[in-house]
């Protein structure tokens, strides 16, 4: 990261001659031309979209399926739980050419159902990492609320999720990561002006025959700040949990 950073404010020529060489002068010129190339500001709209959404919605959705299949000891929950420890052993690239035949007949092949299909992958390790959390949670907590006239979702939401802050923030943190940086089924799904996230125009600085190392680096640093102060904010929230 240190060699990353020094490098953004070297010229191309400088890079060449040395990596590790500190720059001769502080020049922002590789930050304004990345930020241009980049259309920075619509790229990291289209990340944030997708990592928030999804991010919220996996922990959402896998806190509430992992605290059923806990709750609910039957032949089925444990079958539906070995599906989700099962299908996290299955890699992406072994499903790939399917899944994109599947998601062009269902005409998917656009951002919306780009994080259909993340929220799917990510549910696996979630409800995994919910779930195994889960168990330490009191069930006479619930049971007090429900012979008060709490319903399920309010003893969930009022009870069991505040409880679970650890864990979720902990789940939070991979599926930003993940999806912050995530090429591969962007790439195969909304690579297209307009729409593309921030590794996907980063990628534009590194064709076959030229490297922008210089602006490339640039629009890596760049690109590593939303996560930067993402990391700073849950660093906060877990001291307080």
Not at 6 to 19: A, D, H, T, W
Not at 138 to 162: K, M
Not at 226 to 239: C, K, Q, Y
Request: hydrophobic share 55%; proline share 4%.
């Amino acid at each position: 990261i240190l060699l990353l950073f020094i490098n953004s404010f070297k010229s191309l020529k400088e890079i060449y001659i040395s990596v590790l060489q500190l720059p001769k002068t502080l020049n922002l010129d590789n930050y304004i031309s990345a930020f241009k190339e980049l259309d920075y500001l619509n790229a990291i709209k289209n990340s944030l979209i997708i990592t928030c959404t999804v991010t919220v919605a996996n922990v959402i959705c896998c806190s509430m399926a992992a605290w059923v299949l806990v709750r609910y000891k039957t032949k089925t929950s444990k079958l539906i739980f070995t599906i989700f420890s099962v299908a996290v052993l299955v890699p992406f690239q072994c499903v790939m050419l399917p899944l994109l035949a599947e998601m062009g007949k269902l005409n998917m092949i656009n951002m919306p159902g780009l994080m259909l299909v993340n929220l799917g992958f990510g549910s696996s390790m979630s409800i995994i990492l919910f779930h195994g959390f889960m168990k330490n949670v009191p069930v006479e907590l619930e049971e007090a609320a429900s012979i008060d006239g709490a319903s399920q979702p309010r003893i969930f939401f009022t009870i069991v999720l505040p409880l679970i802050k650890g864990i979720a923030v902990t789940v939070a943190i991979l599926n930003v990561m993940s999806l912050w940086n995530d090429y591969l089924l962007p790439s195969l799904t909304i690579n297209r002006s307009g729409t593309q996230t921030l590794p996907l125009r980063t990628y534009l600085f590194f064709g076959a025959y030229t490297k922008k190392w210089n602006l490339g680096s640039a629009a890596l640093v760049m690109a590593i700040i939303p996560v930067i102060f993402f990391m700073f904010f849950v660093r906060s929230t877990l001291l307080k949990v």
